[in-house]
T-cell receptor
Framework: TQLLEQSPQFLSIQEGENLTVYCNSSSVFSSLQWYRQEPGEGPVLLVTVVTGGEVKKLKRLTFQFGDARKDSSLHITAAQPGDTGLYLCAGPYTGGFKTIFGAGTRLFVKA | DAGVIQSPRHEVTEMGQEVTLRCKPISGHDYLFWYRQTMMRGLELLIYFNNNVPIDDSGMPEDRFSAKMPNASFSTLKIQPSEPRDSAVYFC??????????FGQGTRLTVV
């Protein structure tokens, strides 16, 4: 069974701090996606990583795909209250043309 | 460009009633997905369509759930009869690929 495990489940930090959240699997993924979901809204696609070792930056967010394409990380520099939300990783299930989601990391950034 | 539009945003219904959720995907997107999100189970794919054809409905919990996509700009998810355990947020999403998704704002369903 392909599973995506995210850690930590919850994270509460002060504004200005740095943080990293993780998405791990025992299976190889052809790509991984990261989404952010704010309360009362649907998830919003942030990035797709495709190549092993790939690093993508989106302002203060840095996404990395593991060399073996089994894991990914999201690093946020100088977190702001606007970064608060549920961060989900997702990837295409190789047994069929569909996507599986991790359970998410719930981030709260205090002002 | 308008995003995925879902209606209603909130639905409260009594157990046993029929519930119909509606979705208008982004124009030009060939894939349409229906997801359900709960605290216990997270985000689960219920069914997805490609070019209006249902491709995988293995996530549909039981026969009480059905989904249709009569044309490229409209889809429905129906629950009949509804049960309290169906209470969740239901999302519709669309995409040009099967592995990325652009989500609507969701319908929060409460069955009492």
């Amino acid at each position: 069974t392909q599973l995506l495990e995210q850690s930590p489940q919850f994270l509460s930090i002060q504004e200005g701090e740095n943080l990293t959240v993780y998405c791990n699997s025992s299976s190889v993924f052809s790509s991984l996606q990261w989404y952010r979901q704010e309360p009362g809204e649907g998830p919003v696609l942030l990035v797709t990583v495709v190549t092993g070792g790939e690093v993508k930056k989106l302002k203060r967010l840095t996404f990395q795909f593991g060399d073996a394409r089994k894991d990914s990380s999201l690093h946020i520099t100088a977190a702001q209250p606007g970064d608060t939300g549920l961060y989900l990783c997702a990837g295409p299930y190789t047994g069929g043309f569909k996507t599986i989601f991790g359970a998410g990391t719930r981030l709260f950034v205090k002002a | 460009d308008a995003g995925v539009i879902q209606s209603p945003r909130h639905e409260v219904t009594e157990m046993g009633q029929e519930v119909t959720l509606r979705c208008k995907p982004i124009s030009g997107h060939d894939y349409l997905f229906w997801y359900r999100q709960t605290m216990m189970r997270g985000l689960e794919l219920l069914i997805y369509f490609n070019n209006n054809v249902p491709i995988d409905d293995s996530g549909m919990p039981e026969d009480r759930f059905s989904a249709k996509m009569p044309n490229a700009s409209f889809s429905t998810l129906k629950i009949q009869p509804s049960e309290p355990r169906d209470s969740a947020v239901y999302f519709c999403a669309s995409s040009r690929t099967y592995y990325e998704a652009f989500f609507g704002q969701g319908t929060r369903l409460t069955v009492v």
